[in-house]
């Protein structure tokens, strides 16, 4: 089993910068990592995944704007996050996955999420 612990979350101005990390308590070398994110009313999301080939995914909307990397020495995975803009806050969360899938359904390990909130 794997427990994650996301932190770096927090009040930012639009247009700023967050760096998220998401710490694992086991090796993450064999596990796609991704980045997840809910806003109150809505539904989940992907945002970033850090495929354990060394690829990535992006969702169209943070493309550009954020970063996915992974340190497998440190089994953590970070979200540096700029030119954030007020519809980016909600809760972001960290999940692990075997397979290669930015669907939420697929990933079956969870943080408790940290909070991002945006001020315009």
């Known amino acids: 089993q794997v427990q994650l612990v996301e932190s770096g979350g927090g009040l930012v101005q639009a247009g700023g910068s967050l760096r998220l990390s998401c710490a694992a308590s086991?090796?993450?070398?064999?596990?796609?990592m991704g980045w997840f994110r809910q806003a109150p009313g809505k539904e989940r999301e992907s945002v970033a995944i850090s495929w354990r080939d060394g690829n990535a995914y992006y969702a169209d909307s943070v493309k550009a704007r954020f970063t996915i990397s992974r340190d497998n020495a440190l089994n953590t995975v970070y979200l540096q996050m700029n030119s954030l803009k007020p519809e980016d806050a909600a809760v972001y969360y960290c999940?692990?996955?075997?397979?290669?899938?930015?669907?939420?359904?697929?990933?079956?390990?969870w943080g408790q999420g940290t909070q991002v909130t945006v001020s315009s």
């Open positions: 086991g090796r993450t070398f064999s596990y796609n």
């Open positions: 999940a692990v996955a075997r397979i290669f899938s930015v669907k939420m359904n697929d990933f079956y390990y």
